[in-house]
Protein backbone atom coordinates (compact mmCIF):
# COMPACT_ATOMS: atom_id res chain seq x y z
CA UNK A 1 0.00 0.00 0.00
CA UNK A 2 1.62 3.33 -0.64
CA UNK A 3 2.72 5.60 1.77
CA UNK A 4 0.93 8.32 2.92
CA UNK A 5 3.65 10.75 2.62
CA UNK A 6 4.50 10.67 -0.72
CA UNK A 7 7.35 7.69 -0.93
CA UNK A 8 4.80 4.97 -2.57
CA UNK A 9 5.65 3.19 -5.45
CA UNK A 10 7.49 4.84 -8.33
CA UNK A 11 6.41 2.95 -11.25
CA UNK A 12 3.98 0.51 -12.84
CA UNK A 13 5.30 -2.81 -11.36
CA UNK A 14 5.70 -1.40 -8.04
CA UNK A 15 2.39 0.24 -7.76
CA UNK A 16 1.12 -3.46 -9.67
CA UNK A 17 3.14 -5.35 -6.46
CA UNK A 18 1.80 -3.03 -3.86
CA UNK A 19 -1.89 -3.92 -5.09
CA UNK A 20 -1.24 -7.88 -5.34
CA UNK A 21 -0.02 -7.35 -1.45
CA UNK A 22 -3.06 -5.58 -0.63
CA UNK A 23 -4.99 -8.05 -1.88
CA UNK A 24 -3.18 -10.39 -0.28
CA UNK A 25 -3.80 -8.90 2.90
CA UNK A 26 -7.19 -7.84 2.37
CA UNK A 27 -8.06 -12.02 1.90
CA UNK A 28 -6.22 -13.02 4.86
CA UNK A 29 -8.28 -10.46 6.69
CA UNK A 30 -11.22 -11.34 5.49
CA UNK A 31 -10.60 -15.39 5.68
CA UNK A 32 -9.91 -14.68 9.50
CA UNK A 33 -13.37 -12.48 9.85
CA UNK A 34 -15.22 -15.37 8.40
CA UNK A 35 -13.46 -17.68 10.78
CA UNK A 36 -14.77 -16.01 13.78
CA UNK A 37 -18.02 -15.33 12.35
CA UNK A 38 -18.73 -19.20 11.81
CA UNK A 39 -20.10 -20.14 15.18
CA UNK A 40 -20.76 -24.00 14.20
CA UNK A 41 -17.62 -24.14 13.25
CA UNK A 42 -16.03 -22.95 16.34
CA UNK A 43 -18.56 -25.19 18.21
CA UNK A 44 -17.66 -28.26 16.38
CA UNK A 45 -13.84 -27.82 16.51
CA UNK A 46 -14.40 -27.02 20.73
CA UNK A 47 -15.88 -30.14 20.96
CA UNK A 48 -13.50 -32.70 19.31
CA UNK A 49 -10.94 -30.54 21.27
CA UNK A 50 -13.09 -31.81 24.53
CA UNK A 51 -13.54 -35.50 23.01
CA UNK A 52 -10.10 -35.71 22.90
CA UNK A 53 -9.19 -34.88 26.59
CA UNK A 54 -8.90 -37.23 28.76
CA UNK A 55 -9.92 -35.22 31.82
CA UNK A 56 -13.36 -34.86 29.66
CA UNK A 57 -13.78 -38.77 29.34
CA UNK A 58 -13.05 -39.24 33.34
CA UNK A 59 -15.42 -36.08 34.14
CA UNK A 60 -17.91 -38.03 31.71
CA UNK A 61 -17.24 -40.82 33.54
CA UNK A 62 -17.73 -39.22 37.59
CA UNK A 63 -21.08 -37.74 36.23
CA UNK A 64 -22.35 -41.35 35.12
CA UNK A 65 -21.30 -42.87 38.49
CA UNK A 66 -23.11 -39.46 40.49
CA UNK A 67 -26.20 -40.59 38.32
CA UNK A 68 -26.10 -44.00 38.79
CA UNK A 69 -25.73 -43.35 42.81
CA UNK A 70 -28.77 -40.74 42.59
CA UNK A 71 -30.54 -43.73 40.82
CA UNK A 72 -30.05 -46.12 42.92
CA UNK A 73 -30.77 -43.70 46.35
CA UNK A 74 -33.70 -43.32 44.88
CA UNK A 75 -34.81 -46.52 44.52
CA UNK A 76 -33.35 -47.67 48.32
CA UNK A 77 -35.24 -44.69 49.44
CA UNK A 78 -38.99 -46.09 47.97
CA UNK A 79 -38.35 -49.46 48.98
CA UNK A 80 -37.40 -48.94 52.75
Do not use: C, F, Y
Amino acid sequence: MSDPHGSGPQNAEELRADIERTRAELADTVDALTGRLDVKARAQARAEEIAHDPRSRNIGIGVALAAVAVVALMVWRKKR
